[in-house]
Structure formats: C-alpha cells, structure tokens
C-alpha cells in the first residue's frame, strides 16, 4: 500500500469524508482547518491510495510542534474521538502497519491516532478514558433514559426554561460567556476565543452543528454545542451558568438536541470523552441511555509513549477557581496551543 500526504481541501479527500459511514465532524476538512488556523499548524492528510490516485483509506492529520524538536502528528487534536476510514474491502491491519511506515520514515516524533488499531511493532494502543455512543430511534419516546435524567428534564421544563437553537455570532458569543464560566468553576483554562468563533464560521453557519441555549425569564443559563455530519451529533462543549445550575437547564439543553435529532434522522450520539476517574461525568452520559467503551488512542512510533503528564495539580485549579475570568482565558490563549 502507498501512503501519501494530500492536501486538506483536496476534492477527493472531501468527496472520501462526505459518503463514508463512518465519518463524523472530525473528518471533514472545515474542521482540521480551523484547528490549524487557529493554533497555528499544519493540516494534511494522510491517503492511502490505489494506482488511479482513488484513496482506499485516510486520516486527517494535524502536524503539532514540539519544544523537543520533532512535531506530532496528531489524528485529531480537540476531537475525542477520530477512527480510520477505510473503503470497503480494504483490510484496517494492513493499512495501519502502512501508516506506521510512513510515519517512522517522515521525521515525524510520533503519529497519535485517536482510534484503536491492532497493536503491532511500532503501534502501541493506549486507554485514555471512555467514550459514550447512543443509538438514536426514530422517536425520541424510545429513549431509555434514567429516573434522574428525566426529573431534572422535568423540573427545568416546569420551572419556566426554553430551550433554542441558532448558530449566529450571538448564540456562539452567548456560549462562550457560559463556557468561561464553567471552566472556571472546574479550575481548568478556556480555549481561546478565535476557536468558537471558527466553529462558528466554519461549521455551524455552514449547517455542521449548532448552538442550543436555555433561557429563564430572559436570561441564559446553560448552553451546548454541537456538531452534525452523516447522520452523526456529536455533544462537544456544554456550559451552564453557576448560579442556576439547580434548574435542570443542562438536561433540557442535552434533551432538547437529543429529541430534534431523533426527529431529524441521525442514528447517533456522540456524548465524546471522559478522563479516568471522573464519575460525575460517566454517570451523566449512561444516564442518557448511552454505551460506555473504553477509548483507545494509538500511538506509531519507534517506542512505546511515556505516560502522559498530569495535566494540572489541585493548587493551579484552586487559583484558576478563585481568580477574574480573564485569568483562565489568559492561561488558555498561552497554554492551549501545546495540548493538541
């Protein structure tokens, strides 16, 4: 098999992504642009291709750089989940083991896949957490949702809370008030600002995704985002205003894009990652009927990844915690770039 680098806003590569079952938002070209304009990468694509030039398989790459000299290759960086896509017919293992050629002959530190593949000389599986998938039925009446879920669905709906959806520059702007806020209260940096507005200009006025905001007597107090492609909604980003947290506003959000979804035709959510160790969060998307499986990144590489740094101790998260809003989103205008 021949590995090549294409062009990201190659036709064949966006013709590949828009018929291809199993790709999602992270796969079309709009979004690994905007990752790489914003952080300042380079976007590509790795294309495994036939003697015609047709690509029988590919991932879409962004090229990371390091303070240690060689870049990543990371196969996708902010999207939790990013699988291989192959044609029909085309064998994953053999696919990989050329990939890891590839890779290992490029110069590149490393190629991150975020998506298990056989492990192999040179490939090394690695769990980072889980990742929540929800067959969605056609009536949102067959969703089997918790007792808790559909009581906090309940009470924000009695407690006066609608629930809206809009991909203007307002709805991303009021999102990311809302987003800030929630970082914050979790003691962790805000990605930039630039970011949303991207998704804003690339994906969701361009229909790949939206903007569903909860207002109480006017006021917006909880808000996701999320992206669409292929019949596939993926939950990406949810945020709540700390002060009306006790109104349910986050399960009507959650709900009331679940339920359109349903209507609408989509046969899957995509509730995306949850790191080790966060219960609250693994509760949250089985609640919603979801199917909790372990994530599996795999690295291609020369040797076996170290383990991964802590990504921040309880003191950074009790200054963030107690610091302006203009703290974390300082910190994640410097910091973000080198998490990809």
């Given at each position: 098999?021949r590995?090549?680098?294409?062009a990201?806003?190659d036709?064949?590569?966006?013709?590949?992504?828009?018929?291809?079952?199993?790709?999602?938002?992270?796969?079309?070209?709009?979004?690994?642009?905007?990752?790489?304009?914003?952080?300042?990468?380079?976007?590509?694509?790795?294309?495994?291709?036939d003697?015609?030039?047709g690509i029988?398989?590919?991932?879409?790459?962004?090229?990371?750089?390091?303070?240690?000299?060689?870049p990543?290759w990371?196969?996708l960086?902010?999207?939790?989940?990013?699988?291989?896509?192959?044609?029909?017919g085309?064998?994953?293992d053999?696919?990989?083991?050329?990939?890891?050629e590839?890779?290992?002959?490029?110069?590149?530190?490393?190629?991150?896949?975020?998506?298990?593949?056989?492990?192999a000389?040179?490939?090394?599986?690695?769990?980072?957490?889980?990742?929540?998938?929800?067959?969605?039925?056609?009536?949102?009446?067959?969703?089997?949702?918790?007792?808790?879920?559909?009581?906090?669905?309940?009470?924000?709906?009695r407690?006066?809370?609608?629930v809206?959806?809009?991909?203007?520059?307002?709805?991303?702007a009021?999102?990311?008030?809302?987003?800030?806020?929630?970082?914050?209260?979790?003691?962790?940096p805000?990605?930039?600002r630039?970011?949303?507005?991207?998704?804003?200009?690339?994906?969701l006025?361009?229909?790949?995704g939206?903007?569903a905001?909860?207002?109480?007597?006017?006021?917006?107090v909880?808000?996701?985002?999320?992206?669409?492609?292929?019949?596939?909604?993926?939950?990406k980003?949810r945020?709540?205003?700390?002060?009306?947290?006790d109104?349910?506003?986050?399960?009507?959000?959650?709900w009331?894009?679940?339920?359109?979804?349903?209507?609408?035709?989509?046969?899957?959510l995509?509730?995306?990652?949850t790191?080790h160790?966060?219960?609250?969060?693994r509760?949250?998307?089985?609640?919603?009927?979801?199917?909790?499986?372990?994530?599996?990144?795999?690295?291609?590489?020369?040797?076996?990844?170290?383990?991964?740094?802590?990504?921040g101790?309880?003191?950074?998260?009790?200054?963030?915690?107690?610091?302006?809003?203009?703290v974390?989103?300082?910190?994640g205008?410097?910091?973000?770039?080198?998490?990809a």
């Open positions: 098999m590995v090549s680098r294409i990201i806003g036709a064949r590569w966006a013709e590949f992504t828009s018929s291809h079952p199993a790709a999602s938002p992270f796969h079309i070209p709009a979004w690994s642009v905007l990752v790489a304009e914003c952080y300042g990468f380079e976007a590509f694509v790795l294309a495994v291709r003697t015609d030039n029988l398989a590919g991932i879409p790459v962004v090229a990371v750089p390091s303070l240690l000299g060689k990543r990371v196969s960086p902010f999207s939790d989940s990013c699988p291989l896509l192959a044609a029909p085309v064998r994953v053999e696919v990989a083991g050329a990939l890891r590839h890779v290992l002959a490029s110069g590149a530190r490393e190629l991150e896949l975020r998506t298990r593949l056989p492990a000389d040179g490939l090394y599986p690695v769990e980072v957490g889980y990742n929540y998938l929800l067959a969605l039925p056609r009536d949102p009446a067959g969703l089997h949702l918790s007792k808790g879920h559909r009581q906090n669905r309940n009470l924000a709906a407690g006066g809370v609608r809206t959806r809009g991909s203007t520059t307002d709805d991303v009021a999102f990311y008030r809302l987003h800030t806020l929630t970082r914050r209260r979790q003691g962790v805000v990605q930039p630039r970011f949303f507005e991207l998704v804003g200009e690339r994906l006025a361009r229909g790949s939206f903007v905001t909860a207002t109480l007597n006017g006021e917006v909880a808000a996701g985002l999320f992206l669409t492609h292929n019949g596939t909604i993926v939950a980003y945020a709540s205003d700390p002060a009306h947290r109104t349910g506003a986050g399960f009507l959000v959650d009331e894009a679940i339920a359109a979804a349903c209507g609408e035709g989509y046969h899957t995509d509730l995306g990652r790191d160790g966060e219960e609250g969060q509760r949250y998307k089985t609640g919603w009927g979801a199917v909790e499986e372990p994530l599996i990144y795999t690295h291609a590489a020369d040797q076996a990844p170290k383990a991964a740094a802590l990504r101790g309880r003191f950074s998260k009790a200054i963030i915690r107690h610091s302006p809003l203009w974390p989103r300082a910190i205008e410097v910091l973000y770039r080198w998490t």
